[in-house]
Structures are given as structure tokens and as C-alpha cells.
């Protein structure tokens, strides 16, 4: 138990679908992740929060669009989504951001049909 | 591509056996981290080791960094069946403020 806790746990949608993936801490951290884990790659680094300000947006379709309503609360909502967003959804969330040890949620298994 | 990356991609060995994995980075660092990650799981925390650090040790986890070869290693004494997992390094580049992952070793440590 990191700390850091995501629903749904697994989702399946789709195409024409919406929906939200939701991640939850109560460290006191500032900062706050999503990353996407395909098969047989790198963890990608999607979207960063810095304060509840998003610091960084690597190149992420519109399609994935994120909301940080608190330091404690962090979201990704989802619309039509492309079968090749199937993957491991991955939030985490650190003291500081960059330098400091990352916490992680347990993931949300989506597939999109 | 500012990821690190892992060798070997897969590891298989006998319980009691060490493991040793192996990372390479391209650009300067901060500091590297060790995670691990049971199958469709989160990645858990290892071991932290700062870019003036040449060693660090935690229970049966040893790790190494060479900062003149970009490299970074990490080793698991005495495994366990439980030791089962994926393990990733990931730097956290100066300048960046992020950290990058590598695909990661698959261990499997079979009783």
C-alpha cells in the first residue's frame, strides 16, 4: 500500500465512449503523474501537476484531457479513445516534483473495443 | 530518447542465486532509482542513489553507479520466489525534472 490509491482498478470502453479515471493521495504531496505502461515499453510520462498547476503535457493527444482539482485529487478523462490506448494507466505522486522518490497507485487496466 | 534502458530484458535463476541487472543512461544526472513492479501492478520504491554516491546497500539490494559510463546496477542477493517481478531504473535527468523509466528486466526466480 503506496499511498496512492486509483479507481476504477480496470475499465473497459468504447470507442464512442467517456469516461474518468480517478487518482487519489493523502501524503501531503505536491506533485502529481500520469504515466502510460504499453507491452514492451518505457513507462511514458503523460502529464505532470506541479502545485495543481499542469507543468508539463508530453505531446498527448487531446483525447486524454487531465484535471487537478486539489493537490490531493488528480483525474484523466477519456474520449474517444483509439483501441491503441489499451494499456496500463499509472498515477504517482512525490514530495517534490522530479528529484524525490515517486509513490504509484495500482494502476487502471483499460481496454478500449 | 531520454529513457534509460535494462539489461538484460529477462532474467531467470535459481532461489538463492544473486541477480544482477544492469542500467544505462545517456544524459547527466540528479540521482537514479531502482522500482519494481509485480505483473499489472504499480511500481513500488527501492532504492535511491545520488550522483555522488558510488554505492548504496538496503537488506539483500546492492546498488552501483558509475557515473563516468552512465550505468547503474543492481543486485539481489540470496533471491527469493518472491523476488518475482519486474525491476526498472529511472533517472531523474538534471535539467528535467522528471524521471524517465527503462522497459525494464522481467526476473523470474523459480523455487
Known amino acids: 500500500e503506496t499511498g496512492v490509491t486509483q479507481t476504477p482498478r480496470h475499465l473497459v470502453m468504447g470507442m464512442t465512449n467517456k469516461k474518468s479515471l480517478k487518482c487519489e493521495q493523502h501524503?501531503?504531496?505536491?506533485?502529481m503523474y500520469w504515466y502510460k505502461q504499453s507491452a514492451k515499453k518505457p513507462l511514458e510520462l503523460m502529464f505532470v501537476?506541479?502545485?495543481?498547476?499542469?507543468?508539463e503535457n508530453n505531446s498527448v493527444p487531446s483525447r486524454f484531457s487531465p484535471e487537478c482539482p486539489n493537490s490531493s485529487h488528480l483525474f484523466l478523462h477519456l474520449h474517444t479513445l483509439q483501441p491503441e490506448d489499451s494499456a496500463l494507466y499509472l498515477c504517482?505522486?512525490?514530495?517534490?516534483?522530479?528529484?524525490?522518490?515517486?509513490?504509484f497507485g495500482q494502476g487502471t487496466r483499460l481496454t478500449v473495443v | 530518447s531520454q529513457q534509460g534502458e535494462e539489461d538484460p530484458q529477462a532474467l531467470s535463476i535459481q532461489e538463492g542465486e544473486n541477480a544482477t541487472m544492469n542500467c544505462s543512461y545517456k544524459?547527466?544526472?540528479?540521482?537514479l532509482q531502482w522500482y519494481r513492479q509485480n505483473s499489472g501492478r504499480g511500481l513500488v520504491h527501492l532504492i535511491l542513489?545520488?550522483?555522488?554516491?558510488r554505492e548504496k546497500h538496503s537488506g539483500r539490494l546492492r546498488v552501483t553507479l558509475d557515473t563516468s559510463k552512465k550505468s547503474s546496477s543492481l543486485l539481489i542477493t540470496a533471491s527469493r520466489a518472491a523476488d518475482t517481478a519486474s525491476y526498472f531504473c529511472?533517472?531523474?535527468?538534471?535539467?528535467?525534472?522528471?524521471?524517465?523509466f527503462g522497459t525494464g528486466t522481467r526476473l523470474t526466480v523459480i523455487p
Open positions: 504517482a505522486s512525490s514530495r517534490e516534483q522530479g528529484s524525490t522518490e515517486a509513490f
Open positions: 501524503l501531503g504531496h505536491n506533485a
Open positions: 501537476y506541479s502545485l495543481e498547476e499542469r507543468v
Open positions: 544524459t547527466s544526472i540528479n540521482n
Open positions: 542513489i545520488r550522483s555522488n554516491e
Open positions: 529511472a533517472t531523474d535527468q538534471t535539467g528535467a525534472n522528471n524521471l524517465f
